[in-house]
């Protein structure tokens, strides 16, 4: 039986891949022609605005990738290995469901002039911001949650404990175990994660157009701003922002690759110095502070929302597709587990670790080329490509962890792989399905281009309406998308909890 469902079954799981990550080879093809001519480099080096926003983008990507790990690491060296570490990373999925755009949705209305500060504090107006430092600022602050998050999925909890333990009895602080021993045994999945977190950074728009700033705005606004003009040369200037991005995105990881094999080489070289132990301040008030910041936007957006409301539409197209989408990828991922490549398929991480706008403007042109564009199906098609990795990233690690004992027995009964992965393998991934769901229809719910481009403007979102109405409107309106967009995750967060509960009550293996 395995034989007889190995090839098809491979098939199926390659071909529906492949229609979601079609758009990567368009995207490459477009920036093609445009890097290649000479008229379109002068009409870009033309531009007055581009040094201004090369420097806000370097400013506020390099704040948001640093301050993201700087506040991740130090709050794992002060709280893990221990109790309040477990109780920190128990919050964690409620904060990552907060979207990007609520979150900063939720500071524009606290920091901008004329927000809840500036009414209190009259001298507290905000001064000009022509760096993106309030921007980076913002993203570190959102993105240290997903970098404690990849930290606690991949520190090897049992040994890597035991050792720090050993460490810290001979009298080492908690800054040289973070050196000597977790940073190495992490570094491969962080340096996945961070890259991926410098590549969102570099490439972020509808945050960018909420938060600034505004004029010239950030690189990869600007490339939004030309790739939707009907003008060739500026829809040329705008695929060579994307092309200068994909540089500065590698520009950045050799450097960060390189900064750090320089550093591990004085990880060997143990002076034996025992600093005298003091309190990780730092770290535990960003284990406290964390969870608060996610609280105290709900708070914000609570309070400036007061009766205010979205319309049902509006609500229901958001949850439609977060729901289509998310189920969609789940049978995807199952299927591409079993039955797809076990390694060498580095492809399916490139949206985590590529600019965004090159990805969507592959999307459209294959959209115009099918005469989808316009149509509930292409934008539902459009989430996938970001939806499924990012479920992936979920799946992957638990998918790997199953006991090959069983599968072995299983096998020795006779049992074919059908059975086998119905039976005995998918009882077993019931909480990360569900964790991942939840993540999955966190991010489309959170999807600003593929559903502006692709949708043609037709089909409005809790996240599209919350950016227009940031550039200017009632902030009870703007403060109610940003909570409707922030409450639908939450929800369906707490409904895959309880379910994950009651499933765990009745299987043994899953309490």
């Not at 409620?94 to 990007?100: D, E, F, Y």
């Not at 504090?121 to 993106?132: F, H, K």
């Not at 027995?409 to 039976?423: E, M, P, Y």
């Not at 200017?472 to 707490?494: E, K, N, T, Y």
């Amino acid at each position: 039986m395995a034989s007889s469902l190995r090839h098809p079954l491979s098939a199926l799981a390659w071909l529906l891949l492949g229609t979601v990550y079609l758009p990567l080879l368009p995207a490459f093809g477009l920036l093609i022609p445009p890097v290649f001519s000479a008229d379109s480099w002068r009409a870009l080096a033309a531009d007055p605005q581009l040094p201004q926003a090369l420097i806000a983008t370097l400013v506020s990507t390099l704040i948001a990738a640093a301050g993201a790990l700087m506040l991740a690491l130090a709050v794992v060296a002060a709280l893990w290995p221990g109790s309040r570490w477990r109780r920190l990373c128990n919050h964690l999925p409620w904060l990552l469901a907060i979207p990007h755009v609520a979150f900063a949705v939720s500071v524009l209305l606290v920091f901008a002039e004329g927000g809840a500060l500036y009414r209190v504090c009259t001298i507290c107006s905000p001064v000009m911001d022509r760096y993106g430092i309030g921007l980076g600022l913002s993203l570190a602050v959102k993105e240290s949650a997903f970098v404690m998050w990849a930290i606690y999925a991949s520190l090897p909890e049992k040994e890597l404990a035991q050792k720090v333990t050993i460490l810290r009895s001979l009298g080492y602080g908690r800054w040289q175990a973070l050196r000597w021993l977790i940073l190495p045994a992490i570094a491969p999945a962080l340096g996945a994660v961070m890259l991926a977190v410098i590549a969102w950074s570099l490439s972020v728009v509808d945050v960018a157009l909420i938060l600034g700033p505004g004029n010239p705005p950030t690189l990869a606004v600007l490339a939004w701003q030309w790739l939707t003009q009907g003008d060739s040369v500026q829809q040329a200037k705008g695929m060579l922002v994307c092309a200068i991005l994909l540089v500065l995105l590698e520009l950045i990881a050799i450097a960060v690759f390189t900064g750090w094999r320089r550093w591990r080489r004085t990880i060997p070289a143990v002076s034996g110095e025992r600093p005298t132990p003091r309190p990780l301040v730092m770290g535990q008030a960003c284990g406290v502070l964390l969870p608060l910041a996610g609280l105290a936007s709900i708070a914000v957006l609570v309070l400036v929302a007061g009766n205010a409301s979205v319309t049902r539409e509006t609500a229901g197209l958001s949850l439609t597709l977060g729901l289509l989408s998310a189920g969609i990828a789940l049978g995807m991922i199952l299927l591409w587990l079993e039955w797809g490549p076990q390694r060498g398929a580095f492809w399916v991480w490139l949206p985590l670790a590529l600019p965004a706008l090159p990805l969507v403007a592959g999307q459209y042109r294959l959209a115009l080329m099918l005469q989808l564009d316009g149509q509930f199906i292409a934008v539902l098609w459009g989430h996938l490509l970001w939806v499924l990795p990012w479920m992936l990233l979920v799946m992957q690690p638990a998918w790997r962890r199953l006991d090959p004992r069983l599968i072995l027995t299983a096998r020795t009964l006779g049992w074919g792989s059908l059975k086998i992965f119905w039976l005995i393998k998918c009882p077993q991934m019931i909480r990360p399905a569900l964790t991942a769901f939840a993540v999955g229809f966190s991010v489309s719910v959170a999807q600003y281009l593929p559903t502006l481009w692709l949708g043609s403007g037709r089909f409005t979102t809790l996240t599209t309406d919350a950016v227009a109405l940031s550039s200017g409107g009632s902030s009870a309106v703007l403060a109610a998308q940003a909570l409707w967009q922030l409450l639908l995750p939450m929800l369906v967060f707490a409904a895959c909890i309880v379910l994950s509960r009651l499933i765990g009550r009745f299987r043994h293996g899953l309490r």
